[in-house]
């Protein structure tokens, strides 16, 4: 009975959220995003599902709903918006080459009303949140509840839903078939660390950094320049920081002011979930991105299984930092198949 269900990808990058809903048994038709260079990891990953290249704003629903041959009120069909999410980042970045995004839930918008789905799903980072009136989300919900959608949203912290990461984000599971609003129970035992699905044990091989792996296993690594090398010759095992060469005159930083920057340079550790894993997961100064034993930053490999992307999963693009950022914009496909199985159990059956 779950494959009458279809859903409708937007801004899918290399299709985390498709593989998790496919695992759960919900068709997904279509994936639509405006990065060509996500397109092969897409395709080649998710033969089922149509890539259609496209810019939101400039997409028309009257165009989307005849190439999909779509209709209107389906109960079947599930719309998901899980839009690139930097300029609600909590992070302080520079906002002005994200400015555009912050008007995508707004975009994806048109397309719910239009459509009226019988399913809604967003995911973000939690500070669409905090600033709901300016990121539209409020009365995004607000629209969604009139319409008598029946809404549940939060921050969930991945972790407690399967993936070994600590992964903050804004879930938002959106119905119109129910009089109460449905979503994924969080897990009640332990919760996965980076042991028990990293190191030898788990089919990843010592490597150096700077390896290239031609294979479909992508455990491919990012060069370090030899001061970064040295730092990290000088960092403790599973879960060193920066503190540990500090005082050493020819490798310590010029600034350690801003609590953003407190893990840069550390090695992430064996019996804690990994922090989240961000577009720039490859380069040990963006983040506690070092292996907790080797000399080097995390594989594309490693940083996908963080991100619970099958083994199988391989990614295209060209370069190691494409490719990590398609697996850093990724849904964990681990908790994109919880709110799949929670629409498909709740769905009501013909």
């Known amino acids: 009975m779950s494959n009458k269900i279809k859903a409708i990808d937007f801004f899918c990058s290399g299709g985390g959220m498709t ?27 998710n033969p089922n ?3 259609i290249l ?19 009120n389906d109960d079947d069909l599930v719309l998901i918006g899980c839009s690139p999410c930097q300029y609600w ?15 995508l839930l707004a975009e994806f918008k048109r397309f719910v009303d239009y459509f009226q789905p019988g399913y809604v799903l967003v995911e973000n980072v939690p500070g669409i949140l905090n600033k709901k009136d300016k990121s539209g989300l409020d009365m995004f919900i607000r629209d969604l ?14 972790n407690d839903y399967g993936v070994p990461q600590a992964r903050r984000r804004f879930s938002l599971l959106a119905t119109r078939l129910h009089n109460v609003p449905i979503y994924p129970i969080p897990d009640s035992g332990r919760r996965l660390t980076l042991r028990d699905v990293l190191g ?23 060069r370090l320049i030899e001061k970064n090398y040295l730092r990290l010759k000088k960092t403790k095992k599973n879960g060193g920081s920066w503190f540990d060469w500090s005082d050493d005159k020819n490798l310590k930083r010029f600034s350690y002011a801003g609590r953003g920057f407190r893990d840069n340079y550390g090695r992430m550790k ?18 506690r991105f070092a292996h907790p034993e080797e000399n080097r930053g995390i594989s594309i490999r490693e940083g996908a299984t963080l991100q619970t992307f099958p083994k199988k999963y391989r990614f295209y693009g060209g370069t190691l930092a494409i490719c990590a950022r398609i697996i850093g914009n990724a849904v964990p496909p681990a908790f994109a198949k919880r709110l799949g199985k929670t629409i498909v159990e709740a769905h009501p059956k013909s």
């Not at 068709?27 to 996500?38: H, L, M, P, Q, T």
């Not at 980042?89 to 008007?103: F, L, Q, V, Y």
């Open 200 to 222: 030898e044990q788990n089919g990843f091989q010592k490597i150096k950094a700077g390896t290239i792996d031609t294979s479909s296993f992508n455990h491919s690594t990012a």
């Open 270 to 287: 064996w019996e804690k979930p990994a922090p989240t894993i961000t577009t720039k997961f490859i380069s040990i100064s963006n983040g």
């Open 89 to 103: 980042s909590i992070i302080r970045t520079d906002k002005t080459r994200s400015e555009k995004s912050k008007n």
């Open 54 to 72: 496209a810019d939101v704003f400039d997409l028309k629903e009257e165009d989307l709903e005849k190439q999909l041959s779509l209709r209107k």
């Open 145 to 158: 509840e009139n319409k008598e959608y029946q809404v549940h949203f939060d921050i969930v912290n991945m």
């Open 19 to 45: 593989c998790g809903l496919t695992q759960a048994g919900i068709n997904v038709i279509a994936g639509i995003d405006n990065d060509a260079s996500c397109r092969e990891t897409y395709v080649k990953n």
């Open 49 to 51: 599902s149509k890539f």
